[in-house]
């Protein structure tokens, strides 16, 4: 499975949007981009995933770029409870999620 | 989304002693699994991949008589740490996924905290 880069920290205030990136330049055509995040001592959540196309949930918006080697994970309003780690992963063949390093992402009150 | 447990949260036991750690998932049924284990400070390093009725298939230097998979069926899962020492110390987790599509989310279990004295 190709791999994905992402900042160690970012830091982000109450209620500001914030933009977490993450760099994939050897996905293959067929790999969907998945992101997750884990909660201190908890197991990992799904947060959204996508191909193609921007997506919006619940949870947080997913905006891809147009030639998909890079993506950005984007929380409209930051709360306290969104500090985590965020990983994004690339999904392809093997059906396993490869875990990188992620992003650990601080809320400031 | 779909919710999945684990048991023991967590677990204390001598140096030598086999521990066993069950995962479940309370609402829906998955042909795969995958246990993972993470040290501290660090990320989920996947252990074994396993299908139901089947023997699981572990990832390279994963010992899989130490780390025994037993997949008992679309909901029940568990894994055995057998002569557990202080090195298997970690926060182990298990997750359900589907059969294989590229759009399959997998659900985590809470982890369970293993401390080999």
């Known amino acids: 499975d190709a791999k994905t880069t992402q900042p160690n920290s970012m830091e982000s205030n109450e209620e500001e949007p914030v933009h977490l990136p993450c760099n994939h330049s050897?996905?293959?055509?067929?790999?969907?981009i998945h992101w997750y995040r884990q909660l201190p001592s908890q197991g990992p959540e799904y947060v959204i995933h996508?191909?193609?196309s921007n997506v919006n949930n619940r949870m947080a918006s997913l905006a891809i770029a147009e030639d998909r080697k890079s993506s950005t994970l984007i929380l409209h309003r930051a709360t306290l409870r969104d500090a985590a780690v965020y990983y994004c992963?690339?999904?392809?063949?093997?059906?396993?999620?490869?875990f990188g390093t992620g992003t650990l992402l601080a809320v400031q009150p | 989304g779909a919710v999945v447990s684990q048991h023991p949260s967590r677990v204390i036991c001598k140096s030598g002693t086999s521990v066993k750690i069950e995962c479940r998932s309370l609402?829906?049924?998955?042909?795969?699994m995958f246990w993972y284990r993470q040290f501290p400070k660090q990320s989920l390093m996947l252990m074994a991949t396993?299908?139901?009725?089947?023997?699981?298939?572990?990832e390279q230097g994963v010992e899989k008589d130490k780390f025994l998979i037993n997949h008992a069926s679309l909901t029940l899962s568990t894994l055995t740490v057998t002569s557990a020492h202080p090195e298997d110390s970690s926060f182990y987790i298990c997750?359900?996924?589907?059969?294989?599509?590229?759009?399959?989310?997998?659900?985590f279990g809470p982890g369970t905290r293993l401390t080999v004295l």
């Open positions: 992963i690339l999904h392809g063949a093997t059906n396993k999620l490869i």
């Open positions: 050897t996905i293959s055509g067929t790999d969907y």
């Open positions: 396993s299908n139901e009725g089947s023997k699981a298939t572990y």
């Open positions: 609402d829906f049924q998955a042909t795969t």
């Open positions: 996508g191909l193609t």
């Open positions: 997750s359900f996924g589907g059969a294989g599509a590229r759009t399959d989310t997998q659900y």
